[in-house]
């Protein structure tokens, strides 16, 4: 009885170790897939997730720091060169406390109730919002992120 406790428990700890990575990269990955770039030489300053519950509402927000990664965003589905589109600017103004858009980048709006979900002119006309908006500030190299479910 023992020994099969024991094995038991050495089972477990290894499951425990082998699990999800919920780290830097699993954030760099995720964040990458939902924008079609690729985040692995960036690195995290900041990431927050509310989302959860029962019905999945939250808001997801991240910083990641990266030169370079203007360098073939436009050829990316969805992504625009900057100034945004005014209803890209309100949604961004929901997030930031000061400022607003960079002078030069691009960014990327993902309207997840629309029928084409890369055309913003309904996003401020709904109860309700899901999308997916990044801005990406080519002069700080720095990567904006925001998922919001409502």
């Not at 949604?91 to 629309?114: H, I, K, N, T, V």
């Not at 908006?133 to 002069?139: E, F, I, P, Q, R």
Request: glycine letters at 14%.
């Amino acid at each position: 009885m023992k020994r099969f406790l024991t094995l038991m428990l050495l089972v477990l700890a290894l499951l425990a170790g082998c699990g999800i990575d919920g780290g830097e990269g699993w954030a760099l990955r995720r964040i990458g897939r939902a924008l079609g770039v690729d985040l692995s030489g960036g690195t995290l300053a900041r990431f927050e997730d509310s989302h959860g519950g029962f019905h999945g509402d939250g808001l997801t927000a991240a910083e990641v720091e990266l030169d370079g990664l203007e360098e073939g965003l436009e050829d990316i589905t969805g992504w625009r060169p900057l100034p945004m589109t005014e209803n890209a600017a309100r949604a961004l103004q929901m997030f930031q406390e000061e400022g607003g858009a960079p002078e030069e980048g691009f960014y990327y709006l993902y309207d997840r109730q629309s029928q084409d979900p890369y055309d913003d002119s309904q996003l401020h006309q709904r109860y309700s919002w899901n999308f997916t908006l990044a801005v990406y500030d080519s002069g700080a190299g720095r990567l904006c992120y925001y998922e919001f479910d409502t």
